[in-house]
């Protein structure tokens, strides 16, 4: 959850290889023992310093629940151990609620007060449990599944309500459910994550928050191309809209939906961005960035690096050799489409 809930325009440069190499190497935690996993080993070198804190470069060096959550999950998944836990000392330290198992979802270090919102972000939640999960699965000990036990129960909890006959799983506990709207970043669906949660809490506890945020999002898909946005509401009467307070885009959240789609098992979900990008050109087009489903505007520039790598995985095509993004969240999609 980025900008105030929102993204920059994120115009990313790219870097060679090499360059990228250069800039692992003169960040805070020169010398740390490499992961198995050469992108990750990249990404952790450019955006994780050396306490553990995941920068966000294209937005003011901040840092969030959801990026704390990436470090975390491309960490276990590349076989970092060292990695994962000094992504989780710092994340437990500086993010971590007291009255909630959940955590604040912006740390400014500009402000007096870095948490000074205390609103969480439920990706940035659900990324860190699954990735205490995966953890305790591959390394044991620790207490991480008890940890993850924890912050999923208080997912179910705090950030799930039931309107219309669906169970929502609202961006985060404060601001998204009005008595006349709910207020839904389909972005936030982690179909990995959300399988691995049912497996390890029983169907119960999570069938119906998955059937129906896999509803929603076919019911979300708007203009002529069919796309899903960035934010949607779903207002008094059940119906699935754009969302009124945010530009009606498929861009910087929506990217992510396709990749977790794919990832997932649930390629269904994803045809009517494969569809769309096909007709862009595919690989060997300019899709743009982002493009507002109910105008058509475009945006002047095309997809960052990970949103190609996303547009590849989604049109079933093999990955290609390519230099890391300078930018934070560009280059956390391109290391996720090969994690994931």
Known sequence: MVSDFGRFNRR???????CALVIGCSRPGEGREPAADPFWALFRGAFVDGAGRVIDSGNGNISHSEGQGYGLILAVLAGDRAGFETILNWTEANL?????ALFTWKYDPRQSDPVADPNNATDGDILIAWALAEAARRWGGQGWAGRSAAIRAAIRDHLVIT???????????????QADKVTLNPSYFIWPALDAFAALDGDGAWSAVIDD???VLREARFGAAGLP????EIGAGGKVVPAADHPPRFGYDAIRIPLYAMAGRRASLAQPMADFWRAEGGAGGHPPAWIDVTSGERAPYPLSA???AILRRTLGLPPVPEAIDTDYFSAALQALVRAL
């Open 96 to 100: 971590a609620r007291t009255d909630v």
């Open 213 to 215: 945020a896999q509803g």
């Open 229 to 232: 946005c960035d934010w949607i």
């Open 12 to 18: 990313s440069l790219l870097v060679s290889l090499g």
């Open 163 to 177: 309107r219309h006959g669906r169970h929502l799983l609202l961006p985060g506990r404060i601001g998204f459910a």
């Open 306 to 308: 990970g949103g190609m």
